[in-house]
T-cell receptor, first 113, second 113 residues
Framework: GAGVSQTPSNKVTEKGKYVELRCDPISGHTALYWYRQSLGQGPEFLIY????????DSGLPNDRFFAVRPEGSVSTLKIQRTERGDSAVYLC???????????FGSGTRLTVV | KNQVEQSPQSLIILEGKNCTLQ??????????LRWYKQDTGRGPVSLTIMTFSENTKSNGRYTATLDADTKQSSLHITASQLSDSASYIC????????????FGTGTRLTIIP
């Protein structure tokens, strides 16, 4: 596609529920990143994919967070047993080569009530 | 620990005036530094990217400078417009490794007519 697409744009869920956030990167971009941005803060790194594999998942805060990219294109960020502290904007970015030319999506605003 | 600090935290200026935003970093080994503009509710959009050997780069009314010796960067906005109201985020990348970016917390710029 022309840009990085993230769906849904907004998600409200109850505490304890499971959510999936989707990222559709720019076609042909092999690198994909997930970031979390709390209000008034800069984005914080969660996970980086190179192709289908997670090259670095050191930013995932705990085992309730998991992400996949089975075919090296679309990625899904999965959050189990959501907590109110998970409320944030989840940003996805992709690039055609590592460390250059990142394009961000508009993010998914997750609200846990 | 890799860190990026930005100042001021927020800034209000009159339309048509110039302004300069500051970024200090401790990321090592340095690869590149980027400035992003983030409108409310949107993902960050890249303005400039500079490598170690570059000390200035322009993109329209935006001019970024980099002093790799003092580990400082600035973003100068000329003849500000109402549409420049946004958060401006400084992002530094380390060489090698897993391609994580270190984000500053941003400067919130408001242009008033």
């Amino acid at each position: 596609g022309a840009g990085v697409s993230q769906t849904p744009s907004n998600k409200v869920t109850e505490k304890g529920k499971y959510v999936e956030l989707r990222c559709d990167p720019i076609s042909g971009h092999t690198a994909l990143y997930w970031y979390r941005q709390s209000l008034g803060q800069g984005p914080e790194f969660l996970i980086y994919f190179q192709g289908t594999g997670a090259a670095d998942d050191s930013g995932l805060p705990n085992d309730r967070f998991f992400a996949v990219r089975p075919e090296g294109s679309v990625s899904t960020l999965k959050i189990q047993r959501t907590e109110r502290g998970d409320s944030a904007v989840y940003l996805c970015a992709s690039s055609s080569r590592p460390n250059y030319g990142y394009t961000f999506g508009s993010g998914t605003r997750l609200t846990v009530v | 620990k890799n860190q990026v600090e930005q100042s001021p935290q927020s800034l209000i200026i009159l339309e048509g005036k110039n302004c300069t935003l500051q970024c200090n970093y401790t990321v090592s080994p340095f690869s590149n530094l980027r400035w992003y503009k983030q409108d409310t509710g949107r993902g960050p959009v890249s303005l400039t990217i500079m490598t170690f050997s570059e000390n200035t780069k322009s993109n329209g009314r935006y001019t970024a400078t980099l002093d790799a010796d003092t580990k400082q960067s600035s973003l100068h906005i000329t003849a500000s417009q109402l549409s420049d109201s946004a958060s401006y985020i400084c992002v530094v990348s380390a060489r090698g490794g897993n391609e994580k970016l270190t984000f500053g917390t941003g400067t919130r710029l408001t242009i008033i007519p």
